[in-house]
């Protein structure tokens, strides 16, 4: 009986695992949608998406943040990215890229 209690809570554990790596792109697009361009700061969009995985400085001033995520177990090896863009003033220009 131990046995079948196992099994269950790691297929428990498993289906939890799935639904949470398919929340994490849905919670990047869900934080980023109230995202207003010339509004919203650099700031504010690190405390919605958390830290960046990426940071290019242009040589005009301009600032492009990217969040990467891996796609998950149904796409591995697939990476999905958001990217911002900012302006010297650290308020959003556009989104470059979008998963």
Known sequence: MEGGVRAFAFAVCAALAL???AC?????ESNADHFTQGVTTRA?????????SSIYQAADGDTTLSWARGAGLFNPGETRQ????????DRMIRVAAKP
Request: proline share 12%; net charge negative; aromatic share 8%.
């Open 19 to 21: 639904g949470l790596a």
């Open 44 to 52: 504010q969009a690190i405390a919605a998406l958390g830290p960046p």
């Open 24 to 28: 994490e792109d849905i919670a990047v």
């Open 82 to 89: 958001y990217a911002i863009v900012f302006g010297p003033d």
